[in-house]
């Protein structure tokens, strides 16, 4: 989609939504409510908020989003979100909710478009809660060890011959665990504090194609890798972090065989 048909589509969702009586509050998200992060791939992510009660109408029959008819994938996760597919391509994430449910999602950026009954005061609590959960998250007392455990244990796995399960374990739960940190304690690093994987190429493209440049080596050697990532990123900043476990365990990787 290209801008203007982005931007299309989204004036006739509101136009849809509006025309609903039961409908108090339309919310976009991410870069469908911020236009700098959007490019020709960026979906379409909102929220509907409703009396209560109504979200069945709503979720039951989708007639109200834009070229329905043209609607090709459809799947549900949980009764009240749903990721669809257009037939050109184009993906839309929404969930409706009303006010009690709306209370317990997670917002970061967001945009309100409708607001008949105290949504944009209901958005920013949210988000609030939604940054400060992150961070406590984040910001555990134990995140290096917690990296330091999850490196060795890939390399546990990988020496048990677990060669998928330890690949997970370095490039997602490992590369997870490093951004968090980075995330707590180097904030002008990463963009996005609920997933720092997200737009990283943008905020720090060296980071990014080093991290990258791990997925592609051999496991032990990755491992040591993103622990070496972390001393250099973190350990003048945050001299008393566990880093004499960092030290540790690369010296039980150089030990293997």
Known sequence: MNAIEFETYTDRLRSSVQSIPEVIGLVTLGSTAEPQLRDEWSDHDFWVITESD????????????????????????????RTLVYASGHKIEFAIFD?????????????VLIDRGNIADLMSSIQQDTLSEARLTHDRPDALENLCVLVWSACERHQRGELLSARQYLDAFSVNQLLSLLAIHDVD???????????????????????????????????????????????????????????????WIGKLS
């Open 99 to 111: 006010v009690v449910e709306a209370i317990k999602g997670k917002i970061q950026r967001y945009a």
């Open 189 to 251: 690093t990463l963009s996005d504090e609920l997933d720092p994987r997200r737009h990283l190429e943008s905020s720090s493209p060296k980071l990014a194609a080093e991290v990258l440049k791990v997925g592609g080596e051999p496991v032990p050697i990755a491992a040591v890798h993103l622990l070496d990532i972390a001393l250099r990123e973190l350990k003048d900043k945050k001299p008393d972090l566990a880093w004499e476990q960092v030290i540790r365990v690369k010296e």
């Open 54 to 81: 109504a979200q069945d109408l709503l979720i039951k029959d989708l007639r109200w989003l834009p070229d329905a008819h043209a609607i090709a994938i459809e799947v549900c996760h949980g009764p009240r979100r």
